[in-house]
């Protein structure tokens, strides 16, 4: 079993047994006796499988179990205690297990909510709060089932519940916020280096565009989604001007994978204010790092890139040769882009694919009709490369894989989820049961580049209840944070960076670190076994811990997060300084 699925099956338990006991405490306050002792049956033997589920978990780390054997172990303990010796004893009115039964429900229903609304990691304030609101529960169901509990019992009450309320609240801190976003850096800026060799203009505007033979709403760089395609080689210094004719909501340009200075990043509010209509602003980079990438808005970025601010950017090492296509993959007004292509192809032509994800979850991409190679993924060339065919591949959200081949005489047809985007020809092979590649176990290995690490973080990926401009809201959370309340990571130039990136969460997590590409170490703590495989984006599935590391080699306030972004919008965002 997964820890993912560990984590699932340890959840349908705790609501089962939550369940369980509470429904039995209704029903034998109700005296139906045969449904009360069966219920607390299935509920005593649903609290006991956690003590199987809770021990896996917190071998396979203590990140996934820290609140479960913090909190929900000894308030199980404490439900079986009180419910089971009397539930035996319950030869007489059945009424008289209603309360301890009550009690199990609101102990196990109260550790459930820790794990739900507050994950990780466990504090004292949560367990006593949770104590607290335990106790109320029982007391005010004692008094409602018009039981007299003896003075003594009802004070001990009170004083327990008052204590764990008083000190829990004063536990439950908000963590520290960001210190003060620095807006200028001073650092080496792009625009002193040299006249520009590539230049292109950019305007955002509204627009009106045909997907799948239906007018969509959008908002488009040049009218066109995706937007224009700029390419560069090599050794171009590039200038992109960027107008807003009318996002209201603001626009930026954020080089996804590239990793450009500070200064050129697109990020509002952290290395520009984002561009509001009638303004403009001037990107200006050197590309030194040939491969494929995208760009994409950064303001308000989950609208903003589902709307279809986004593009792909090239940059070839030299004169193009062969057949050079990029397909980049987006989702615009439910409708899949890009339509549907089919060319002719020379046999023998050298043939690169190059396969972008611009949408927020996974796809699955097949190439049929061909063996190939994985030459690079996320801009960065893969070592000793072995042919494959038959095999799908799953990049993440906003990944970029690099497929090549040499056409054959018959037909290909690269399909993405099942969906025929580019064909040489009539092509009918079902790719559904493919295996799926492992980047980590791809290619040839090389030591690693770096024989110590200067720092280390953990960033514990879940979901949990945050107030944000005092408003609640569901967040998706860092360490148990949300954006702006996640403590930014420092680091000093030239540092080693270790980052342990742990999904207790039930949903898959694409992480995505700007201006810098990180070498994955291990996985479940299995190492990378591959051709060293330096990413930009990779997705964090439920119970995974991906260790990665870093050169910190590019001065500035970067953003780290989660690039569906959706979940970045909902707290997932945290920043890095390199000083
Ligand atoms: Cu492609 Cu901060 O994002
Ligand atoms: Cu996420």
Same mark, same amino acid.
């Given at each position: 079993?997964?820890? /993912?699925?560990?984590?699932?099956?340890?959840?349908?338990?705790?609501?089962?047994?939550?369940?369980?006991? %509470?429904?039995?405490?209704?029903?034998?306050?109700?005296?139906?006796?045969?449904?009360?002792?069966?219920?607390?049956?299935?509920?005593?033997?649903?609290?006991?499988?956690?003590? $199987?589920?809770?021990?896996?978990?917190?071998?396979?780390?203590?990140?996934?179990?820290?609140?479960?054997?913090?909190?929900?172990?000894?308030?199980?303990?404490?439900?079986?205690?009180?419910?089971?010796?009397?539930?035996?004893?319950?030869?007489?009115?059945?009424?008289?297990?209603?309360? *301890?039964?009550?009690?199990?429900?609101?102990?196990?229903?109260?550790?459930?909510?820790?794990?739900?609304?507050?994950?990780?990691?466990?504090?004292?304030?949560?367990?006593?709060?949770?104590?607290?609101?335990?106790? =109320?529960?029982?007391?005010?169901?004692?008094?409602?089932?018009?039981?007299?509990?003896?003075?003594?019992?009802?004070?001990?009450?009170?004083?327990?519940?008052?204590? @764990?309320?008083?000190?829990?609240?004063?536990?439950?801190?908000?963590?520290?916020?960001?210190?003060?976003?620095? #807006?200028?850096?001073?650092?080496?800026?792009?625009?002193?280096?040299?006249?520009?060799?590539?230049?292109?203009?950019?305007?955002?505007?509204?627009?009106?565009?045909?997907?799948?033979?239906?007018?969509?709403?959008?908002? @488009?760089?040049?009218?066109?989604? *995706?937007?224009?395609?700029?390419?560069?080689?090599? /050794?171009?210094?590039?200038?992109?001007?960027?107008?807003?004719?009318?996002?209201?909501?603001?626009?930026?340009?954020?080089? #996804?994978?590239?990793?450009?200075?500070?200064?050129?990043?697109?990020? !509002?509010?952290?290395?520009?204010?984002?561009?509001?209509?009638?303004?403009?602003?001037?990107?200006?980079?050197?590309?030194?790092?040939?491969?494929?990438?995208?760009?994409?808005?950064?303001?308000?970025? &989950?609208?903003?890139?589902?709307?279809?601010?986004?593009?792909?950017?090239?940059?070839?090492?030299?004169?193009?040769?062969?057949?050079?296509?990029?397909?980049?993959?987006?989702?615009?007004?439910?409708?899949?882009?890009?339509?549907?292509?089919?060319?002719?192809?020379?046999?023998?032509?050298?043939?690169?694919?190059?396969?972008?994800?611009? &949408?927020?979850?996974?796809?699955?991409?097949?190439?049929?009709?061909?063996?190939?190679?994985?030459?690079?993924?996320?801009?960065?060339?893969?070592?000793?490369?072995?042919?494959?065919?038959?095999?799908?591949? %799953?990049?993440? =959200?906003?990944?970029?894989?690099?497929?090549?081949?040499?056409?054959?005489?018959?037909?290909?047809?690269?399909?993405?989820?099942?969906?025929?985007?580019?064909?040489?020809?009539?092509?009918?092979?079902?790719?559904?049961?493919?295996?799926?590649?492992?980047?980590?176990?791809?290619?040839?290995?090389? !030591?690693? !580049?770096?024989?110590?690490? &200067?720092?280390?973080?953990?960033?514990?990926?879940?979901?949990?209840?945050?107030?944000?401009?005092?408003?609640?809201?569901?967040?998706?959370?860092?360490?148990?944070?949300?954006? *702006?309340? $996640?403590?930014?990571?420092?680091?000093?130039?030239?540092?080693?960076?270790?980052?342990?990136?742990?999904?207790?969460?039930? $949903?898959?997590?694409?992480?995505?670190?700007?201006?810098? #590409?990180?070498?994955?170490?291990?996985?479940? /703590?299995? *190492?990378?076994?591959?051709?060293?495989?330096?990413? &930009?984006?990779?997705?964090?599935? !439920?119970?995974?811990?991906?260790?990665?590391?870093?050169?910190?080699?590019?001065?500035?306030?970067?953003?780290?997060?989660?690039?569906?972004?959706?979940?970045?919008?909902?707290?997932?965002?945290?920043?890095?300084?390199?000083?």
């Amino acid at each position: 079993m997964t820890t /993912g699925s560990l984590l699932a099956a340890d959840l349908v338990i705790a609501v089962l047994a939550a369940g369980g006991w %509470l429904g039995g405490g209704a029903a034998s306050a109700a005296r139906r006796r045969p449904l009360a002792l069966g219920l607390a049956a299935f509920a005593l033997l649903a609290t006991l499988a956690r003590a $199987i589920t809770i021990t896996a978990l917190a071998r396979a780390g203590w990140w996934f179990a820290a609140e479960k054997v913090l909190i929900a172990a000894p308030l199980s303990l404490a439900a079986v205690a009180v419910a089971g010796p009397r539930l035996l004893r319950a030869a007489g009115d059945i009424r008289s297990v209603a309360v *301890p039964l009550l009690f199990a429900g609101y102990a196990t229903s109260g550790a459930l909510l820790v794990t739900v609304l507050h994950g990780y990691p466990a504090s004292a304030g949560a367990g006593l709060l949770t104590v607290a609101g335990v106790v =109320a529960a029982t007391a005010v169901s004692w008094r409602a089932l018009g039981a007299r509990p003896s003075r003594t019992v009802s004070r001990a009450t009170l004083v327990v519940a008052v204590a @764990a309320l008083v000190t829990g609240t004063g536990l439950t801190a908000v963590p520290d916020g960001v210190p003060d976003v620095p #807006h200028d850096h001073g650092y080496r800026d792009a625009r002193t280096v040299s006249e520009p060799t590539r230049r292109f203009t950019l305007t955002a505007g509204t627009a009106t565009v045909r997907v799948g033979g239906r007018d969509v709403a959008a908002w @488009a760089f040049d009218a066109q989604v *995706p937007g224009p395609e700029l390419t560069a080689t090599v /050794g171009d210094v590039v200038e992109v001007t960027l107008r807003n004719r009318d996002i209201g909501r603001g626009v930026t340009l954020h080089w #996804h994978g590239y990793d450009v200075p500070n200064s050129q990043d697109g990020v !509002p509010g952290v290395t520009q204010a984002a561009v509001l209509p009638g303004q403009e602003f001037v990107y200006r980079f050197r590309a030194d790092q040939a491969g494929t990438y995208w760009y994409h808005t950064h303001s308000v970025s &989950d609208i903003g890139v589902r709307m279809g601010l986004y593009g792909v950017l090239v940059v070839r090492p030299g004169p193009m040769t062969g057949l050079d296509v990029t397909v980049p993959v987006h989702t615009l007004a439910g409708r899949p882009l890009p339509a549907p292509r089919t060319e002719r192809v020379e046999t023998g032509t050298p043939v690169r694919l190059r396969l972008i994800n611009t &949408d927020s979850t996974t796809h699955r991409y097949a190439l049929a009709g061909t063996a190939f190679r994985v030459a690079a993924i996320d801009g960065f060339d893969l070592r000793g490369p072995t042919s494959l065919v038959d095999t799908a591949v %799953l990049i993440p =959200a906003g990944g970029r894989y690099d497929l090549v081949f040499n056409a054959p005489a018959t037909p290909v047809a690269l399909f993405v989820d099942g969906r025929v985007v580019y064909s040489t020809g009539e092509v009918s092979t079902a790719t559904t049961a493919w295996p799926v590649l492992d980047p980590l176990r791809y290619g040839v290995a090389s !030591p690693a !580049p770096w024989s110590r690490i &200067d720092r280390e973080f953990t960033l514990v990926l879940d979901r949990g209840l945050d107030l944000h401009e005092l408003l609640p809201r569901y967040a998706h959370t860092v360490n148990g944070a949300a954006d *702006p309340d $996640i403590p930014t990571q420092v680091v000093r130039l030239g540092d080693i960076v270790r980052f342990t990136i742990v999904n207790r969460s039930q $949903i898959v997590h694409p992480w995505h670190l700007h201006g810098h #590409h990180v070498l994955v170490l291990s996985r479940d /703590g299995k *190492p990378a076994a591959g051709s060293p495989l330096w990413l &930009d984006s990779f997705d964090v599935r !439920p119970g995974e811990v991906w260790e990665v590391a870093f050169r910190a080699d590019n001065p500035g306030m970067w953003a780290n997060h989660c690039h569906n972004l959706a979940h970045a919008d909902a707290g997932m965002t945290l920043h890095l300084m390199v000083s």
